[in-house]
Antibody, heavy 119, light 106 residues
Framework: EVQLLESGGGLVQPGGSLRLSCAASGFIFRSYGMSWVRQAPGKGLEWVSSVSGSGGSTFYADSVKGRFTISRDNSKNTLYLQMNSLRAEDTAVYYC????????????WGQGTLVTVSS | EIVMTQSPATLSVSPGERTTLSCRASQSISNKLAWYQQKPGQAPRLLIYGASTRPTGIPARFSGSGSGTDFTLTISSLQSEDFAVYYCQQYNDWPLTFGGGTKVEI
């Protein structure tokens, strides 16, 4: 059974940093590109970033480009999202997601971790 | 950026009814479209990928169709557990984009 478990969310001041982690199990992690998707309170889904299986290719939404960095450690089956220069509009539940096939529909999601940017 | 537009924003239906949700892409995305269901406090659940393929475990009452720019999700007979928000998503090009969602309510 595929399991994705996010951690690292919390309350941070504007301009601050946070690193999210997503521990994966139940599938061959290195064989799948992975993504982060967020959802602001009461709003819809927004794709944030994706990374290829090897980690060699990364993709970002314009809203986070230059501030967020996606990475992965295939030896630890873990996906990361380093978030710098955080803004109030980054407040959201952040999900990690695994596609059926790259970059495809996401058939597995974590439970989400809440990031709140506020002073 | 490919803009995904879902309609209607809200759909009021009765249990047992057939309902159709629409999703339009601002440019052709071939069949690179997924549909998700999301209930309050839960992560989204994949219903359809490749515009018409159901993952294992998704009930047959959910079906998807379309290609190019116009897509539909049909629920043949609404069950009580189907009242939720539905999102479409294109994965034909970067950035990946979602539609704004359709809320299916009683």
């Amino acid at each position: 059974e595929v399991q994705l478990l996010e951690s690292g969310g919390g309350l941070v001041q504007p301009g601050g940093s946070l690193r999210l982690s997503c521990a994966a199990s139940g599938f061959i992690f290195r064989s799948y590109g992975m993504s982060w998707v967020r959802q602001a309170p009461g709003k819809g889904l927004e794709w944030v970033s994706s990374v290829s299986g090897s980690g060699g290719s990364t993709f970002y939404a314009d809203s986070v480009k230059g501030r967020f960095t996606i990475s992965r450690d295939n030896s630890k089956n873990t996906l990361y999202l380093q978030m710098n220069s955080l803004r109030a509009e980054d407040t959201a539940v952040y999900y990690c997601a695994k596609p059926v096939f790259w970059p495809g529909g996401f058939d597995s999601w974590g439970q989400g971790t809440l990031v709140t940017v506020s002073s | 950026e490919i803009v995904m537009t879902q309609s209607p924003a809200t759909l009021s239906v009765s249990p047992g009814e057939r309902t159709t949700l629409s999703c339009r892409a601002s440019q052709s995305i071939s069949n690179k479209l997924a549909w998700y269901q999301q209930k309050p406090g839960q992560a989204p659940r994949l219903l359809i990928y490749g515009a018409s393929t159901r993952p294992t475990g998704i009930p047959a009452r959910f079906s998807g169709s379309g290609s190019g720019t116009d897509f539909t999700l049909t629920i043949s007979s609404l069950q009580s557990e189907d009242f939720a928000v539905y999102y479409c998503q294109q994965y034909n090009d970067w950035p990946l984009t979602f539609g704004g969602g359709t809320k299916v309510e009683i």
